[in-house]
C-alpha cells in the first residue's frame, strides 16, 4: 500500500507544480486538466508499481538527468500505461509521432505552440517535483537526441527555453 500513497503524493506534487507552471504561461485549462490520466487505473497502478518499492522507496529507474527510457522498460503492464499516458496527453513529443514502418523510422509533426508550452511546464514542474539542481535547458540539451522532434518544435523549445532563462536571470 505504501508504494500508491507514495505515488499518489508524487503524482500530487507534480501535478502541482506543473498546473503553477501552465498558469505563468497562461494556460490555465491545460494546467487544471495536466496529467488527469495519471489517476486513471491503467497509469496509476502500473506507475506506481514501476516507480516505487512496496515500502515505498523509490525504484532506482532514471539517469542522472531525471530520464528513464518509457518504450524499454521491460514491464508489459507500464508499456500499456505508458501508451495510454501519451496518447491522451498531447504535451508529450511522442503523441506528435507516427510510426511509418520499421524500414522508415518515426515522423515528427510540428506540435501546437500551447502543446509546447505544456510540455515546458511539465519539464519544469517534473524538476521541482523530484528537487532537481540543474536548468531544464540542461536537461533538454542532455536528452535531445534521445527525442523525434520536428525542426519547427525544436526551434520553438530552445525560444521557450532560452526566454525562461532570461527571465530568471533578471528576475522578471
Keep these: 500500500m505504501r508504494r500508491y500513497t507514495q505515488y499518489l503524493g508524487y503524482v500530487l506534487r507534480h501535478k502541482f507544480y506543473v498546473t503553477l507552471e501552465c498558469f505563468k504561461r497562461g494556460l490555465i485549462w491545460r494546467g487544471i486538466k495536466h496529467d488527469l490520466s495519471k489517476f486513471s487505473p491503467i497509469e496509476f497502478l502500473a506507475y506506481a508499481y514501476f516507480f516505487h518499492n512496496p515500502d515505498g522507496s523509490k525504484k532506482q529507474v532514471r539517469d542522472k538527468t531525471g530520464y528513464y527510457k518509457p518504450d524499454d522498460t521491460g514491464d508489459p503492464a507500464f508499456d500499456r ?20 514502418s520499421e524500414s522508415f523510422g518515426i515522423k515528427p509533426f510540428p506540435m501546437p505552440k500551447a502543446a509546447v508550452l505544456e510540455m515546458i511546464a ?9 528537487k532537481s539542481t540543474g536548468t531544464v535547458r540542461a536537461w533538454y540539451i542532455a536528452n535531445k537526441p534521445k527525442m523525434k522532434l520536428h525542426p519547427e518544435t525544436e526551434t520553438m523549445i530552445i525560444g521557450h527555453l532560452e526566454y525562461d532563462e532570461m527571465m530568471k536571470t533578471y528576475k522578471i
Excluded: I
Excluded at 81 to 91: E, K
Design 81 to 100: 500505461a505508458w501508451f495510454h499516458h501519451v496518447q491522451h496527453n498531447d504535451h508529450h513529443w511522442q503523441h506528435w509521432c507516427c510510426p511509418l
Design 122 to 130: 511539465d519539464w519544469n514542474g517534473a524538476a521541482r517535483a523530484q
